[in-house]
């Protein structure tokens, strides 16, 4: 069956696109079949596997998520294969800025997405589709939320960073009925362990009820940026680098994750 999985949080640079793609490439080389789905209008998760003229190009072909959307067709002609065995890609658009104003005039605006995605999940083809959402709270990213089974919150240890998280639970309550995205978990990315701010965070986040941390977390490593100033995974770019392997930690994680149900996170 496939699951979807989509990475949110409204607090821009947490860290989601990052873990999207690289999360993606650490599944497919354990075997799963990917697809992955570009959200955002940034189109940082296109950029972690297409250069930017490919990027560009791809977006300006007719048939995009955007188009998609629109017309509320079936999302499979706009998958295109990646260099990667078992990682394919929705060819997104820059045009994603105005879905919003799309998706305003739509009967059940939340559910677009599901729909059009609909026959890509029931085909079964792929084990996981991955979205990258961009950070705002808006009807594109609840159309997000109503299209995944599941939910993976990156957040930095900072102090933004845990005021942001709090909104994001708040946000995730409010959606209670709508959604039945589970929040798989809370990604704790960036790290640098010479900075005390990040355990006293790590302290705090450990300490509310109902969400749940992965064990994973992702350190800073200067081998993100360079992988992705050439389009690669981290684990292309260099195989040892300590996120690298971070990431195929977290795929194993990701892949033991039960299918028991949990509800969003509450504070004490
Ligand atoms: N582990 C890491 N080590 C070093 N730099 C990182 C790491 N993870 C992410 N970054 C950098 O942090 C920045 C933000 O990361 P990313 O784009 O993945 O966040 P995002 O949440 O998707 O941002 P946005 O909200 O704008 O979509 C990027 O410049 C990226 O290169
Ligand atoms: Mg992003």
Known sequence: MTKTICFANNKGGSGKSTACANLGYALAKAGKKILLLDGDMQLNLSLSFFEEEEVLSLASEEKNLYEALRKQSDLAECVIPTRYENIDLVRSTMLMSQIEYELFTKMQRELVLKKCLKQLKEAGKYDYILIDAPPTLGTWVINILCASDYCIIPVEASPWGLFGLANMFDFLKGLDEMTEAEVMGVLITKVDERKNYYRQTTEILKDYENIRLFNTVIHVDSAVEWAQDRSLPVAEFKK???????FAELAEEVKSYGSR???????K
Request: aromatic share 0%.
């Open 240 to 246: 040892s680098a300590r996120s690298a392997k971070e």
């Open 261 to 267: 149900k949990r509800k969003h996170g509450k504070s």
